[in-house]
């Protein structure tokens, strides 16, 4: 894989193994840091505002220098209103695999990139249909792979996904934590200006 030149160290807020893999995969030399960060938010905000607000939020304790590039990002699930994080234990995954199973909701992923000169934020919202799923699938699922890290209890790129996600629309790799496209034009930009 070519690396893309820069002089920027770009640093990944976050130790999500799928945000890792998938900068890696854009061809970004970066580094890992992350930090724990309360995640959470003020009563009252939309779900695209919460995804926004938290990815500003873990931004604020990272010291960074003129050469960093600092990216955080929060993906949060929801449907009618109801917002879905990463549940506490088996029990809540299960409660919101089978509150979303049968049903369309929505995977918001905020997004905000920080240098010394300006912060930028945006995001990326995917609908995801899921089938109807039988309960002996959502407990193998909730047993075999490990839906405690994850919005809404469950990836996308795992098991559950292949046999449960009827169709998407909107970007797949969104759902998995990144918006790699609005990433990548931002990221490019912040690179090439002086």
């Known amino acids: 894989m070519v690396i ?51 990815s500003k939020k873990k931004t604020k304790g ?9 990216i955080c990002a929060d993906t949060i699930v929801y449907n009618k209103g109801r917002v879905l994080e990463k549940p506490k234990n088996k029990k809540e995954a299960k409660e919101m ?13 905020g997004v905000t990139l920080k240098t010394m000169k300006k912060e930028i934020s945006f995001y990326e919202r995917t609908l995801v249909y899921f089938k109807k799923l039988t309960i002996e699938e959502i407990n193998f699922y909730i047993n075999q792979y490990n839906s405690l890290d994850k919005a809404g209890a469950y990836g ?4 559950i996904g292949l046999i449960g996600i009827k169709k998407i629309s909107g970007s797949f790799y969104n759902v998995m934590g990144l918006p790699t496209v609005k990433l990548y034009e931002e990221l490019t930009r912040i690179i090439d200006s002086k």
């Open 97 to 109: 695999l089978v509150y979303l199973s049968g049903k369309r909701h929505f995977v918001v992923t």
């Open 62 to 70: 990272y010291k960074i220098n003129n050469k960093d590039i600092l």
């Open 4 to 54: 893309l030149n820069t002089n920027k160290n770009i640093i990944l807020g976050s130790k999500s193994p799928r945000r890792i893999d998938l900068i890696k995969s854009m061809g970004f030399r970066f580094q890992v840091k992350k930090l724990e960060i309360d995640e959470s938010y003020p009563k009252g905000l939309s779900p695209l505002k919460i995804a926004i607000f938290l």
């Open 156 to 159: 996308i790129q795992d098991w």
